[in-house]
């Protein structure tokens, strides 16, 4: 029995073969050291990135519609917190200063790019302060993600802002007019006839506008600016009696659309930008598309280029923070 003992295996625990309990190689780096695999993820911060503008304090997400705010649920709250605030900015500086509202709007996209809504944000506040190029990107992008045509007359109004005529017509011609919104369709004919004006095909031009919206017998929304434009079309190919007609016909729809009762009135609460140095510390759209800048509200045309042709780019009511 103890010779049998003695030719059983010992168990040595000096045994070259035995696996080492894993951790143990980093327990045994210094503290102040960080593993490789941790170095790799760390952020590089560019000392020469702008930073964002100030949001004042009584900006909150809850001032964007709720269908923006679904949107940004992909994101982490905090992140969706500080990009539906820069989205109410841009919502409330659109008119009054345009390349804040840009601005807001950039801020946006660096922390949600991929958002459908941020693209379409960048876009319309590009295109607002002129710069064609990056407003037709980010359109285009806002397309590929949404599958909506909503913004065809600003992405053919930006290829006319490009110089670019008759690629904005045949980016027009893609589209199937019928599947537009009414107001959608007014603000494409109203832009395919500015590119029409560029290449001086001004008979065809006026055909452009010639649809079934073109119709002095019912006012909406979208009448004063499209009653406008044929009237200039008119002037411009010699048919001055019709273009005074049309002229007087846009005046008095507008007078129209104006008459709300004065009890109807919305009371908007007077918000003071802040500047940088007041930078606050924290701890943590009626539903009417865009429309282009195709035409001057005067009626009148210079160079062709993107103008605004009515007085409401974010799409929404006015004076109000809103969403898209």
Do not use: C
Request: hydrophobic fraction near 35%.
């Amino acid at each position: 029995m103890s010779e049998d003992r003695d030719r059983k295996p010992r168990r040595d625990s000096a045994r070259p073969d035995r696996p080492r309990p894993s951790g143990r190689a980093e327990r045994q780096q210094p503290e102040s050291e960080r593993p490789d695999w941790q170095q790799l993820v760390e952020r590089t911060r560019d000392p020469n990135r702008e930073k964002s503008p100030v949001i004042p304090d009584a900006i909150t997400p809850d001032d964007v519609d709720l269908g923006v705010r679904v949107q940004l649920k992909t994101l982490t709250p905090e992140n969706a917190e500080m990009v539906a605030r820069h989205l109410a900015m841009v919502n409330l500086l659109i008119d009054q200063d345009p390349q804040l509202a840009h601005k807001h709007a950039l801020a946006a996209a660096r922390r949600a790019g991929r958002i459908a809504i941020v693209r379409e944000t960048v876009g319309v506040t590009a295109y607002t302060v002129g710069d064609y190029t990056l407003a037709l990107r980010e359109l285009l992008a806002h397309r590929r993600i949404s599958a909506s045509n909503d913004q065809i007359p600003l992405i053919v109004d930006s290829e006319r802002g490009m110089n670019r005529p008759e690629r904005a017509l045949k980016m027009a011609r893609e589209v199937d007019r019928k599947k537009l919104t009414p107001a959608v369709r007014v603000n494409l004919a109203i832009v395919t006839s500015g590119a029409r004006l560029d290449l001086g095909e001004n008979e065809l031009a006026l055909a452009e506008l010639e649809i079934p919206e073109l119709n002095p017998a019912k006012v909406f929304s979208y009448s004063p600016p499209l009653f406008r434009a044929y009237a200039d079309t008119l002037e411009l190919i010699g048919r001055k009696e019709d273009a005074k007609k049309w002229f007087d016909l846009a005046k008095r729809a507008e007078v129209a659309l104006a008459g709300t009762p004065e009890d109807v009135l919305e009371i908007i609460e007077e918000i003071e930008i802040p500047k940088l140095a007041d930078r606050p510390t924290r701890s943590s759209s009626d539903g009417e598309p865009r429309k282009p800048f195709g035409r001057s509200n005067s009626g009148s045309r210079d160079s062709g280029k993107p103008r605004r042709g009515f007085d409401n780019p974010g799409g929404e009511r006015r004076g109000a923070p809103r969403g898209r």
